[in-house]
């Protein structure tokens, strides 16, 4: 079983940069599917990003031309480059993986100041 874990969330002002990371325990290869959802206090877990196995991206329109997602199964990583940050995107970051079964982070925290 793949264990992620988030890393790189932090205080930042708004207009800032943030590169979150995720890092699988073992190999991320086989998740046809790994994102970014996030959960800001008092509302639902709503997706960020995807990028599949074969590279293919997916941003929501919030985020789009601002945040890039990357993936790299040599070094069992996936990436948030988050550029332009609003104060709005302050939230609990969590990357999943998909294959037969969806794992989860634990989380880290974004806090944009406006």
């Known amino acids: 079983q793949v264990q992620l874990m988030e890393s790189g969330g932090g205080l930042v002002q708004a207009g800032g940069s943030l590169r979150l990371s995720c890092v699988g325990s073992g190999s991320i290869s086989g998740f046809h599917s790994m994102g970014w959802y996030r959960q800001a206090p008092g509302k639902q877990r709503e997706l960020v990003a995807s990028i599949t196995s074969g590279g293919w991206t997916n941003y929501v329109d919030f985020v789009k031309g601002r945040f890039t997602i990357s993936r790299d199964n040599a070094r069992n990583t996936m990436d948030l480059q988050m550029n332009s940050l609003k104060a709005e995107d302050t939230a609990v970051y969590y990357c999943?993986?998909?294959?037969?079964?969806?794992?989860w982070g634990r989380g880290t925290q974004v806090t944009v100041s406006s």
């Open positions: 999943y993986g998909n294959r037969a079964t969806t794992y």
